[in-house]
């Protein structure tokens, strides 16, 4: 059935902020690394309360669009302000729980899994999906296919044919958690890194440790701004 006649609903005041934040960048030529107004600034010249200015600023903090500097003000991240949709933000929200919830129990029996049953060639994809992820980060990217072939060097050295299928079948929603973790600032480096410590204990030969590398490296992935966003926290 339909949904076209779904009922109206009143775009949020701070969907209108963002709106007009787009257009002023677009328009002024803005870039990753530019400065935007303060939160101040912003509230007096769009004509609206400071909380609205800041709901929207939330919300292109989550999407890794702007970074704000505690003291130091707000900056672009990237050449634009394209904001996803707010009503598909909430529902990424609603499910990425279940989602990261769902990867610390897979992959940490898969990392523990590899460090014993891994081959030579398992560890070279490995080693290689690493050097990828290095090469996007240093080119200005998040790291994000690079991240993607990691994983899925650790779960086909685990050799388990079942877990593979469990992952094959969230595979849509790990890449959603994927996107989420890595456009957090600072984010795709320590990704690597820890990515590393991983793949030095499947290395090793050291299933609990492995397991234990990639426990911390899940819930790590689990601390993204979105799961702080209160969407309906003013209209």
């Known amino acids: 059935m339909t949904d076209a006649l779904r009922p109206m609903t009143k775009q949020r ?3 209108q902020v ?3 934040l787009r257009a002023y960048v ?3 030529g803005l870039g990753a690394g530019d400065r935007l ?3 101040r600034d912003l509230a007096q010249r769009l004509g609206v309360s400071r909380a609205s200015v800041k709901q929207a600023i939330v919300v292109l903090e989550v999407q890794g669009l702007v970074e704000v500097r505690h003291g130091g003000g707000m900056y672009l991240v990237r050449d634009n302000l394209d904001v996803e949709p707010v009503e598909r933000m909430v529902e990424r929200r609603r499910r990425l729980p279940d989602v990261l919830e769902a990867r610390e129990a897979l992959e940490t029996k898969l990392a523990e899994l590899a460090a014993e049953r891994r081959t030579e060639e398992d560890l070279a994809a490995m080693r290689s999906a690493l050097a990828h992820m290095a090469k996007e980060i240093e080119d200005d990217g998040h790291g994000v296919e690079g991240d993607r072939l990691f994983h899925a060097a650790v779960t086909a ?3 388990s044919s079942i877990l593979a299928e469990f992952m094959r079948s969230i ?3 790990i890449a959603e958690s994927r996107t989420e973790s890595l456009r957090q600032p600072h984010r795709p480096a320590r990704s690597l890194a820890q990515h590393q410590a991983i793949l030095d204990a499947i290395a090793a030969g050291q299933p609990s440790r492995a397991a234990a590398a990639m426990r911390r490296h899940v819930r790590t992935v689990a601390k993204v701004r979105l799961l702080d966003w209160e969407p309906d926290g003013e209209s």
Do not use: F, I, K, V
């Open 13 to 15: 005041l701070y969907e």
């Open 18 to 20: 963002l709106d007009r």
């Open 26 to 28: 677009t328009e002024g």
């Open 37 to 39: 107004p303060t939160e």
């Open 157 to 159: 050295a685990a050799h």
């Open 171 to 173: 595979a849509g929603q």
